[in-house]
């Protein structure tokens, strides 16, 4: 069964740096979307970092420049390399997977269970 678990969250003062990792495991063949997710509180969930089955790497405005999604195929995991981070980036972080069109993505359909990050000024 597909699992994917979260790690690396934790609370960091503004301009510090933070990396997040997702492990993955029950995967079968690809090729698949691999994302992180963030939310806010009364926020929706948005979308801030994916690659997709064709290894290409989109981000969202408010952290483009400032984070770097990859993946580490001999380990079988996610990666969210974070800096220059700020207090508007505290919330609950989630890595997800996605069946793949090749450069589109066909719905995010497995996640992990989260992973908290607190900001301050």
């Known amino acids: 069964q597909v699992q994917l678990m979260e790690s690396g969250g934790g609370s960091v003062q503004a301009g510090r740096s933070l990396r997040l990792s997702c492990a993955l495991s029950?995967?079968?063949?690809?090729?698949?979307?691999m994302a992180w997710f963030r939310q806010a509180p009364g926020k929706e969930r948005e979308r801030i970092a994916q690659?997709?089955?064709?290894?290409?790497?989109t981000y969202a405005d408010a952290v483009n420049l400032r984070f770097r999604i990859s993946r580490d195929r001999e380990r079988n995991t996610l990666l969210l390399e974070m800096t220059d981070l700020k207090p508007e980036d505290t919330a609950m972080y989630y890595c997800?997977?996605?069946?793949?069109?090749?450069?589109?993505?066909?719905?995010?359909?497995?996640w992990g269970r989260g992973t908290r990050i607190t900001v301050s000024p």
């Open positions: 997800a997977l996605a069946h793949s069109g090749g450069y589109y993505c066909l719905g995010y359909s497995y």
């Open positions: 029950g995967l079968a063949a690809g090729p698949y979307c």
């Open positions: 690659i997709s089955g064709d290894d290409i790497n």
